[in-house]
C-alpha cells in the first residue's frame, strides 16, 4: 500500500488528467454566440483559414478533365453562375461580405470541377486577385479575367464596358420593389 502522501499526489494527477480531457473534449470545442472557439480557430490557422492560407490558395483539387464537351458546357455555366454573382453583388458590401466573395472566388477556383482549367486559373488569380470593393469592380474583374482565359484558348474579347448589361439578370426590378416596399 502506497503511502498516503503519494497516494493524494496521484489522486490529484489523475483529476487533472480527467479535467483536461473533458476541456479538450468538451470546453474547447464549444462556440459562445456562434463565434469559433480557440481549438477551432487554432486549427483554422493551422489549415490556412485566413484569406492568405493554403485553404484558400492551395492546389487544384479535381482530376482532369479530358472530354471537351463537358468542359465546355461546364465553363459556359460555371462563366454564367460567376458573372450573375458579381452582377448581384452589392454596390457597398460589407467587410464581411468582401471576405465572403474573396473566399467564393478562390474556392470556386481550388474545387472547380475540371482540374487542368482549375491549375490555369489558380495562376490567373494570383496575379490578378480578386477584387471585392464592390459590385462594379467585382463584375469587372469578373469579365477581365474571364477575357485572359478567352486569350488563351483563342476565343474572342468581350467588351467589358457592357457587363453591366449583359448580366443585369433582373436586379434592377428587384432593387426597385426592395426600394418600393421599405418604409418611407
Ligand atoms: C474559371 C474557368 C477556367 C476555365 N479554364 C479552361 C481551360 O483551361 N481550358 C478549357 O478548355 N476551358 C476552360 N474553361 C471553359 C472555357 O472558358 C469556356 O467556358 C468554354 O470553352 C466554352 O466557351 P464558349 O465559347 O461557349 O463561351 P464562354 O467563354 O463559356 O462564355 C460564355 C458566354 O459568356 C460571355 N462572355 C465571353 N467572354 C466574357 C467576358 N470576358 N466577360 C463576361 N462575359 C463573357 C459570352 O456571351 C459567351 O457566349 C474555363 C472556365 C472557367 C469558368
Redesign the pocket.
Known sequence: MAPPAIRSRFVLLALFGVALFTFLILGGHRSIDGQPSPIQQANSNKQGGGSSGALLTGHAIAPKLGN?TA??E???A???V??TTFARFPEKPSEEEKEALRSYVHLF?RL?P?G???E??GKVLAKYPPQVSSRSAAAMW???V??I??K??K?P??N?EN?GD??DCGCGDDEKKEKDAAPA
Open positions: 471537351a468542359k465546355a461546364l465553363g459556359r460555371a462563366w454564367k460567376l458573372h477556383q472547380y475540371c487542368e482549367c482549375a490555369h486559373f469578373g469579365c477581365m474571364h477575357n482565359v478567352n488563351r484558348l476565343k474579347q468581350f467589358c457587363i449583359a448580366y
